[in-house]
């Protein structure tokens, strides 16, 4: 679900960057307030899992589409809201930097889709309430699966808004609407069933993990060495090997954008913001398409695919991608709770 900068105006461009930042200004002051130190290298082995896990596209059986793990749920059930939105936006961040996927312009609206929804909707609306005081795995389940559908809904019904207020007259809002929200909700199902997966194996790993965020309390005494150990390899495993057998299938918004429009991708703007912006992406991207060689998947046209498309990764620059990727996030978010904590103990 990562929007193309051809899919907006620069208003509603830096109308979302604007509401993005600020969300990020507020949860770094929360982080600064409440930040438990070792809480930063699991923020850290879970935002390279989240990336990592970003790069599989699934089919989606009798659609001829595919989607992808957004990953906010489980950010925001093992790390609290706030740590969640900051994992999340220097995933986003990272991989429309150095990899091209996702437009700069739509950066903000990729990082308040995936990020917002799921982190301060669906996780305090619906996850908490629903798994309070009856933690048990079919109720992890059930829950998980209600709250990836509702924050995956809102994220789709979000693009959909922010293309009609860019004036996207292509893209009919009722129409478009409607190829979205369904392909979305079978994604959310998968969402939420690797999601409970996720959230299940910790609860018999550490579930003191669980209790500590879910009360907001520091995690003190509890070991984090296994856990952050088995998000480390799975990231490995999924960028290194998983990432071969990703689905070449269109992904939820660009099979919807194919089916109303004809072609997975509106015209870029020729003049403005986003161009601009895209020479800049050019040449910050040295991985474009999680691939060596830029196009190498797009054989066909004989052309580098179009700005913000998510690549049908396969092959040895998959496998790169996925590595150096997770280790870039991992080195960020280290970063990040580094100079939290740094600013945190100057300030009295």
């Known amino acids: ?3 193309s900068d051809a899919l907006l105006s620069p208003a509603v461009g830096a109308t979302f960057w604007a509401g993005t930042l600020g969300t990020i200004a507020w949860c770094s002051r929360k982080l600064r307030e409440n ?17 990592a896990a970003q790069m599989i596209n699934f089919t989606i059986p009798a659609t001829g589409s595919s989607g992808h793990l957004g990953g906010g749920m489980i950010l925001a059930i093992l790390l609290g809201p706030y740590a969640a939105f900051i994992v999340m936006a220097s995933v986003l961040t990272v991989q429309a930097f150095f990899f091209a996927d996702g437009g700069l312009l739509a950066l903000g609206c990729n990082i308040w889709n995936l990020g917002i929804y799921p982190c301060f909707i669906a996780y305090p609306l619906v996850y908490k309430p629903l798994t309070r005081g009856n933690a048990s795995p079919a109720r992890i389940m059930a829950a998980a699966i209600l709250s990836a559908i509702i924050g995956l809904q809102l994220g789709a019904f979000s693009v959909v808004l922010e293309t009609i207020l860019s004036g996207r007259s292509e893209l009919a809002f009722s129409t478009f609407s409607i190829m979205m929200l369904p392909i979305h909700l079978a994604i959310g199902v998968v969402e939420g069933l690797v999601t409970a997966g996720v ?3 910790v609860r018999v790993a550490r579930p003191d993990i669980l209790e500590s965020v879910a009360a907001s309390r520091p995690l003190g005494g509890v070991s984090i060495r296994n856990i952050a150990v088995s998000f480390l390899v799975i990231a490995l495993l999924t960028g290194g090997v998983l990432s071969w057998f990703a689905s070449k299938n269109p992904d939820g918004l660009e099979w919807a954008i194919e089916k109303i429009y004809g072609k997975s991708e509106l015209p870029e703007q020729k003049h403005g913001v986003a161009p601009a912006l895209k020479k800049i992406q050019e040449k910050t991207a040295f991985l474009p398409d999680y691939s060596f060689t830029k196009g190498e998947d797009n054989k066909e046209a004989g052309k580098p695919r179009e700005q913000g498309t998510l690549p049908p990764v396969s092959g040895t620059g998959s496998s790169f991608s996925g590595l150096i990727g997770a280790g870039i996030v991992l080195s960020i978010i280290l970063l990040i709770g ?11």
Request: net charge positive.
């Open 1 to 3: 679900m990562h929007m």
């Open 35 to 51: 930040l438990d130190e070792k809480m930063v290298p699991l923020m850290g082995v879970i935002g390279a899992f989240i990336f």
């Open 199 to 201: 959230i299940n194996y």
């Open 338 to 348: 580094m100079a939290i904590t740094f600013i945190r103990r100057r300030r009295p």
